[in-house]
């Protein structure tokens, strides 16, 4: 009996160890259907851990949206990107409720949110009401569902939060009725070399090995030898699926062990906004950004400062210096503690090879320290904190592309994350000193395809921008101003009948900066769909119908060229 209690003992302790103990009949779902989730908490993102849970909405806006519980009103958020228009509901139980991509709010909300924008005149705008000024009831609708801001598809992005840290915490530790029968599926496994002589089966690269499913679980495809010598890591490519969906979800915890002893683990529990963009050396980011390998590193590279990490054996680096083989396994759990595991051999030889660099040129940049390059063209500044380890620098110029006014300077590669932001100063030909204000740096793709503006201020000569991604870099102009297509309106056409008011604006270099639409003369509020680029007044919000109307849409761009559409309509 004694060995049976101290058993059922070990047991709660290894479960209260494996999440703290939420409540678990607090919170009702936000919708009034069966929850499939599009995807859940610490789902791989680009620079972000996911920090909630996407609930599907049947592939349509329009759903009712209900607080999960009573509380009042903390935060409304009206944005183009991220959560779009967004709610923060604090709860008596200390935490607080978040509902994102939201079509609209519920009538008081939306009230309140519309005298704001009319206020400042402008969409986007943020808001605080006070403690008690909009109060709701558990099962009260809150919002209808949409598609806003950085929406992919219609759906309803769903979190919690502790209100006094804004940490987010994984909702599926709160008992909600999520079906999860399935264990994770294993894809890759990653070993890697970590200094100049450890290697991998005789290479001083990263080696892949895609793992395959059987009746017996994970194994090796093809049984392969793994021969390592020196510092190796190890990581892994695995994602989860739940049975209401076919969507791919991220796994709950990973735990690496080297002859029985653990020396990795991880678990999304909580992950702290201000530690979400360590997700960039978290993950293998070569093998995500270049061949879509969502491989997760089970070592810390020098500069990773997330929380998520347990049981760790030297930051999950290894050394193999004798001739001896290992057994490594992998133990992938979801959220619902389903299983998968991943059995394989690491055979150790004592022999160090030294390998040399492709170039010996290259400049040193550490991780723990600032770093600067120049020459007579560039100047770049690398702030300490913006490297997760020590690379060798690479700088090229190559010769113009189509529409650019400069060389092409290649810093780095595209393939090279960084944390914050480093600051870039590129020169600017003394033939366009005269059209300063329309000079602006873009980025560049591995073809030499325009990836995003990246603005710039010009001084003494030369644009000056501050960037998170290495990767080629260009300068051009931008004399052409944004286009402004009427989608449901023309000229003398009568609008009794129609519910809103639709054009459609687009920039094709500096983006969007400014967007305006008045009638008669007086700033309406016309909401903004940054994806589809359409501009919408619903006529609901109009006071005066009767008689002619003056439509006017103003629209600026980055660099300040400016478009103007008037079209006179009946209503």
């Known amino acids: 009996m004694k060995k049976i209690g101290l058993l059922i003992g070990v047991l709660m302790l290894l479960f209260k160890a494996y999440a703290q103990d939420y409540p678990k009949d607090y919170f009702r779902s936000p919708v009034d259907f069966p929850i499939a989730l599009a995807g859940n908490f610490g789902e791989i993102r680009g620079g972000h851990f996911h920090a909630g849970i996407d609930i599907k909405t049947q592939q349509v806006e329009g ?17 183009l990107y991220g959560y779009g228009k967004v709610l923060y509901v604090r709860h008596p139980n200390g935490y607080t409720t978040v509902y994102a991509h939201l079509q609209k709010f519920n009538p008081e909300i939306e009230d309140y949110i519309n005298k704001i924008q009319y206020a400042q005149k402008k969409f986007t705008v943020e808001a605080f009401p006070k403690a008690g000024e909009l109060t709701v009831k558990k099962g009260d609708v809150i919002a209808i569902s949409g598609n806003t801001g950085g929406s992919g598809g219609p759906h309803l992005h769903f979190e919690i939060r502790e209100s006094g840290s804004e940490i987010p915490i994984n909702p599926l530790l709160f008992g909600f009725d999520v079906k999860d029968t399935k264990p994770p599926l294993l894809k890759t496994l990653g070993v890697y070399p970590l200094n100049e002589v450890s290697w991998v089966n005789k290479q001083n690269e990263p080696q892949y090995f895609k793992i395959q499913k059987s009746d017996d679980g994970f194994s090796l495809s093809g049984n392969p030898k793994i021969e390592v010598a020196g510092k190796i890591g190890f990581g892994l490519e695995a994602n989860d699926y739940l049975d209401a969906a076919p969507n791919r979800c991220g796994v709950y915890s990973v735990l690496l062990t080297k002859n029985g002893v653990p020396v990795y683990q991880h678990e999304m529990e909580k992950i702290p906004f201000d530690e979400t963009r360590f997700i960039n050396t978290h993950v293998d980011y070569f093998a995500w950004n270049k061949n879509n390998q969502r491989v997760q590193r089970s070592y810390l590279q020098p500069y990773n400062e997330l929380s998520i990490y347990k049981n760790m054996l030297n930051k999950g680096q290894l050394f193999f210096l004798s001739d001896t083989t290992f057994l490594m396994e992998y133990q992938v759990k979801d959220a619902y503690l389903n299983t998968s595991s991943l059995k394989f051999e690491i055979t150790s030889v004592n022999e160090p090879i030294s390998f040399e660099r492709a170039s010996t040129d290259s400049l040193l940049f550490r991780f723990d320290d600032d770093n600067f390059f120049s020459n007579e063209n560039v100047s770049i500044s690398i702030p300490e904190g913006c490297l997760y380890d020590d690379i060798f620098f690479h700088y090229e110029e190559k010769a113009p592309v189509e529409n650019a006014i400069s060389k ?83 000229s003398g056409k009568n609008m009794a009948n129609e519910v809103f008011i639709q054009v459609k604006i687009e920039d094709d270099l500096s983006g969007i900066k400014t967007y305006n639409g008045y009638i008669n003369g007086k700033w309406e509020l016309f909401e903004f769909d940054k994806k589809t680029g359409l501009m919408t007044f619903y006529f609901n919000k109009f006071e005066n119908t009767n008689g002619k109307h003056q439509l006017t849409i103003e629209v600026t761009d980055e660099r300040r060229n400016l478009n103007k559409l008037e079209i006179d309509f009946i209503r």
Request: one cysteine or more.
């Open 408 to 490: 092409v300077f290649h810093i780095q590669d595209l393939y090279t994350p960084l944390q914050d932001y480093i600051w870039i100063t590129l020169p600017v030909d003394s033939n366009y000193f005269n059209q300063s204000e329309k000079v602006l740096a873009v980025s560049l793709d591995e073809k030499n395809k325009l990836l995003s503006a990246e603005g710039g201020k010009f001084s003494n000569g030369k644009i000056s921008f501050r960037t998170r991604s290495f990767g080629p870099y260009c300068l051009m102009v931008d004399t052409t101003p944004p286009t402004i297509k009427p989608v449901n309106i023309s």
């Open 63 to 79: 759903k009712n949206i209900y607080a999960a519980a009573d509380g009042y009103v903390v935060r409304i958020k009206v944005s």
